[in-house]
């Protein structure tokens, strides 16, 4: 029965695509063109077959999950079709291939679940290592890193025909890897981690239980250096400490993780002038608003244009947001459709990780739990840190908002993510 | 006119925006809400054969646990072609009762899915191996 109410609102989500993109078109004069029906067509055929995948490989799976991302993808779309026809057609190739491989997960853990995954826990850590580490292979070599606005975070291989460079972030997939590991590692040891040492009245935890958390420091940091991606290295700390306190249920590990933050931001601003910039930027986005303070600016003014109810598809300017299709498309959506959309997409990601911490609260051990809040995590913290840094709460990061931004890897990774939050689900006691 | 309905169109298509969010915020908050794992349980005290060629309507306290087989040491023993010598064990820690397989040869049923990992028993669980069904009370 709810996996009917699951494909009804597929199709809805479907619907408030078409319908995006057709006020779209009607703005800009076009009027119905086949854009509409393509969008509603690849909407129906991408979630269509994942749901189907559910049907016959997890036909207990929480069925509000995917309905959920087809959502934020939809709204997503819409501002990245405004922005970029081009882009748009590529993001629905995506959109294609990511609920292929979607359901291929669901269908390669059909029989033992993401149980199977636990084994293989130091192969997905080298591999994660080894993705973190691609993107700085140099540039003369057929599989090159390359660098884009100032991140090191791009691996590009020219392919034999055409002039056409396939590029993607493998740091996306390694997000999952490393998720998939922590979670594995912790349910081996979560016992030995959460005892603590008592001295007098005060609970210190013992210094060997400590060093985990200065190893993931140390990475996230070496992240930081090396690719120069702040988000990245902001996720992979936030998770790791996250996924800690998860397990172990202690605040002593939020609280060195918080100092270890601080800390590792005040070493990071004094070291790298690019920290220093997005920090300038963040406090003062109109002392210099040519440059450094262009893109929060922009976003700014972006968000305050667009009012409770936004412009309306296709009437605002979106397109004067550096990277509005990427990194900035909440504040393209909150330009169009105004505090309200702005308000509902922020909605959705606090339904999906309520959603996912559910499943964690009643998966069947313990790391199908950690799993599931660790994949929760993965989302919230990037939706947190991308639209705290569009609105000026927090200095940009320069991460991709899950399932809204353009760009395959991200989607691709993301879509993995759930159809995993899927499976645990799946076969949970209710 | 065509401002106004480009305006009309714009909050038609958040108030449809929303009735989706609500839609599935409706739905999701029994799927949310007070998660199996901390909701009070209701202890689990016996088996009860529900189906059996010997045992029908018999009833075994579970207590700190319990082993259902054919062999004549187990807790319960089933006079079943279909059974193992041990076929499952109940075990009761801090209130929550988990069946085991013990490798048996047919599987165990719960719910009429067969078991591949040890699962929390609740009240009003059926318990199935080969011709004999428990219930959980």
Redesign the interface.
């Known amino acids: 029965m ?1 996996r009917n ?1 699951e494909a009804a ?1 597929l199709i ?2 479907a619907v ?1 695509a078409a ?2 993109v057709a ?1 779209v078109n ?2 800009s004069g076009i009027g119905f063109d086949a854009q509409v029906a393509l969008t509603f067509l690849v909407f129906v055929l991408s979630f269509g077959g994942v749901h189907l995948a559910l049907r016959r490989w997890a036909p207990t799976a ?1 069925p ?1 999950l995917f ?2 991302a087809a ?1 934020l993808a939809a ?1 997503g779309f819409i501002e990245v079709y405004r922005l970029d026809r081009d882009l748009a057609a590529l993001q629905r190739w995506s959109l294609l291939v990511a609920a292929a491989l979607a359901a291929f997960i669901l269908f390669l853990l059909r029989d ?1 679940g993401v ?1 199977a995954l636990r084994r293989y826990r130091y192969i997905f850590l080298l591999l994660a290592i080894g993705l973190l580490l691609l993107p700085l292979l140099p540039e003369s070599w057929p599989l090159y890193g390359a660098e884009v606005f100032g991140s090191r975070l791009w691996v590009r291989v020219d392919l034999p025909f055409g002039d056409r460079t396939l590029s993607f972030q493998p740091g996306e997939v390694a997000k999952l890897l490393l998720t998939v590991f922590l979670a594995s590692y912790l349910a081996d040891r979560h016992l030995a981690l959460a005892t603590p040492r008592k001295i007098g009245r005060l609970s210190v935890p013992e210094p060997r239980q400590l060093f985990p958390v200065l190893v993931a420091a140390g990475a996230s940091f070496l992240v930081l250096i090396y690719q120069r991606d702040l988000g990245a290295s902001l996720l992979l700390f936030a998770l790791f400490i996250g996924m800690m306190y998860v397990a172990t249920a202690r605040s002593a590990y939020l609280i060195s993780g918080a100092t270890l933050v601080a800390a590792g931001g005040v070493v990071a601003y004094q070291m790298f002038d690019h920290v220093q910039r997005r920090v300038f930027a963040w406090l003062h986005p109109f002392e210099d608003f040519t440059d450094t303070g262009y893109q929060i600016a922009q976003s700014l003014f972006a968000l305050g244009s667009g009012s409770l ?2 412009s ?2 296709g ?1 605002g300017r979106p397109d004067l947001i550096p990277a509005a299709a990427t990194d900035f498309v909440f504040a393209a959506v909150g330009e169009e ?2 505090f ?2 702005s308000v ?1 997409v922020i ?2 990601y606090a ?1 999906l990780v ?2 996912g ?2 499943i964690a ?2 998966a ?2 313990v790391f199908r739990k950690f799993l599931a809040a660790g994949l929760t995590l993965v989302i919230g913290i990037q939706a947190f840190l991308i639209i705290a840094g569009v609105t000026r709460l927090l200095p940009v990061t320069g991460i991709t908002l899950p399932f809204m931004s353009y760009g395959g890897s991200s989607l691709l990774a993301n879509m993995v993510l759930i159809s995993l939050l899927a499976r645990i689900s799946h076969g ?3 | 006119m065509p401002a106004l309905f ?2 009309l ?3 038609i ?2 108030v ?3 009735l ?2 609500w ?3 409706r ?2 908050g029994a ?3 007070p ?4 909701r009070p349980t209701k202890r689990v005290n016996e088996l009860v054969v529900v189906r059996s060629d010997t045992l029908s309507g018999l009833r075994f306290p579970v207590g700190a646990g319990i082993t259902i087989g054919r062999s004549s040491d187990a807790d319960v023993v089933v006079d079943d072609p279909y059974a193992s010598e041990y076929h499952f064990r109940i075990a009761v820690h801090n209130g929550s009762a988990v069946l085991s397989d013990l490798g048996s040869t047919n599987g165990t049923y719960v719910n009429g899915r067969r078991l ?2 040890p ?2 028993l ?1 009240k009003g669980d059926s318990v199935q191996i080969g011709n004999t069904i428990f219930e959980v009370r």
């Open positions: 709810t109410a609102l809805a989500a408030l319908l995006g006020m009607f703005a929480n509000y309905p959920i959502f709204i033992e149980a109810t936004g309306g598809l009437l459709m105004g309200a959309g509902a909605t959705a339904l309520a959603a911490f559910g609260l009643r069947r051990d949970e006691r209710t | 480009l305006n169109l714009k909050l298509f958040i449809l925006i929303y989706f969010l839609q599935i915020g739905s999701i799927h949310i809400g998660a199996a794992s901390s591949t990992v699962i929390n609740g």
